[in-house]
């Protein structure tokens, strides 16, 4: 009991944290907009999430052994620091107008399943490998749009970050996904589970229709800029 305490603890602090990070940053960057104040932030989570993933993990010979055991402490708390943070972003998307319903299912979708397993204290090793392969792609999908704000809309640099972002996240949602999704369906893991690991997988799928539809029109666009003199210069 003291020990679930001390995950919620956590998770109420992190929140404030990462809200307080957010503040900092509204800050500095004060003549920004929101959105670019809050993709800063992602971007800071998401390389703790991949650092704290990678340190939590017990043997890289198997990185999502063992199945469906107890979640170890580092485990839990590595979940519960990006639950706060899911949290956290929820938030902010609900103030952003750029508010998106996809974007909030999939907020959801993952707090309720990173909650679970918190809630269980099991398949820790699951969630772990799941957050890395979904954190992996996180920064390289916020420097798009940082690039874009700070004037870098439409060149070889942004069009990189582009590339590179739907790269990373096909190799890791569309190859990693299915495989963890697969292990974690065949394992003794709880219902709840299970239908969560189903529903992140689905949520991958949806977003990887949407990048692919992203980066053919990028190409296309490219493609008509350089053959139109003066537009590149």
Known sequence: MGEEYDIV???VLGVISWTTVFLLVRKIF???SFGLCNRIVSTIHGILAVILASLSVEDWSCPVCPLASASTPKQRQVLAVTVAYLIYDLICCLFDVKFTLDNTVHH?????GLAAGLAFQLCGSEQVAALFITEISS???HARELLKEFGYRDTDLNLAADVLFAVIFSVARMVGGPYITFVTLTANNPLLIKAMAVGLQLVSV???YKIVKMVKYKLTKRRKLVGMPGKLD
Request: aromatic fraction near 24%; avoid cysteine.
């Open 9 to 11: 603890n956590l998770i």
């Open 108 to 112: 959801l979708v993952s707090i309720v």
């Open 206 to 208: 949806f977003w990887f």
């Open 139 to 141: 920064p390289f999908l």
């Open 30 to 32: 004060s003549d920004r």
